[in-house]
């Protein structure tokens, strides 16, 4: 069930499609140029991730939540 979004959801939600589209795409340069190995971003991010996850208060939960969907993106 689709829920509509107000003025300002719609917003946050069209920026983080658009900064996960842009790492999909550096990523992609980077992997291609053999700067990065496949798979090597997704992994440091899980890394990140799980590490400020046990530190209170280090990130809150829409970065987190925004950090998740980047990583889902970049998953190989």
Known sequence: MSKKLSPEG???A????AVV????VLINCLE?????LPGQFSDALRVYMEMV???TGAVSDMT???LHDIRA???D
């Open 14 to 17: 069209a920026h983080s499609a």
């Open 53 to 55: 996850k046990s530190k």
């Open 10 to 12: 719609e917003v946050i």
């Open 21 to 24: 589209a842009a790492f999909q």
């Open 32 to 36: 291609e140029s053999d700067a990065l």
């Open 73 to 75: 993106a970049t998953l």
């Open 64 to 66: 987190l939540a925004v």
